[in-house]
């Protein structure tokens, strides 16, 4: 039997694009040097959504709401909503959350919605990797790891260093094997 397979030419360039795909932290992070902007703590996140070209919404949204990143039908622009009554630290890992879902997820759906109680339980998959984008990005590991061998090991401190909350990075030091009374 014979198979005919049609070839789409489009297909090819997208496998062209794909060597300049941004799909993890460190080429996120190149991408942000590249364009002038803040790499070193605090990681200019904001920056790096609107040169993306995300348009920033914040809002006053519920409480249990972080953000959402979704795909205008109006426009087909990305769009990130942040709930402007949060803590502008967690405003921060908020939106290196949704940067996660943007690089990595965005042709699997065109809307994340993002919860507080999902960041504590990893609700799925995609949730995990992209709460560990965002702690990738905002707290590499060589700059967290140089700061703790500098000195710097209260807890208060390096978060006010990254721009972070507390208990995001708690987990961070969690998760690159750290432990102590201050780290």
Not at 68 to 91: C, D, F, G, T
Not at 103 to 113: P, S, T, V, Y
Not at 171 to 179: D, E, F, P, Q, Y
């Amino acid at each position: 039997m014979a198979v005919i397979i049609r070839y789409d030419r489009r297909q090819d360039s997208v496998q062209a694009a794909d060597s300049n795909l941004i799909n993890t932290p460190e080429r996120l992070r190149t991408f942000a040097q590249q364009k002038g902007l803040r790499i070193v703590p605090p990681f200019d996140v904001e920056g790096v959504v609107n040169a993306l070209g995300i348009e920033i919404k914040k809002e006053n949204i519920k409480d249990d709401l972080s953000g959402v990143l979704r795909k205008s039908p109006e426009s087909s622009k990305w769009e990130m909503l942040i709930n402007a009554k949060h803590h502008p630290n967690r405003q921060r890992y908020t939106m290196a959350h949704e940067l996660g879902h943007y690089c990595l997820h965005r042709h699997i759906q065109i809307e994340f919605e993002d919860r507080i109680f999902f960041r504590g339980g990893e609700s799925n998959k995609e949730e995990m990797q992209a709460n560990s984008f965002a702690s990738e990005v905002l707290m590499p590991d060589s700059d967290f790891r140089k700061m703790v061998h500098d000195g710097k090991n209260k807890i208060d401190d390096l978060a006010q260093e990254f721009g972070v909350s507390t208990l995001a990075l708690r987990i961070r030091a969690k998760n690159l094997g750290m432990s102590g009374h201050g780290l």
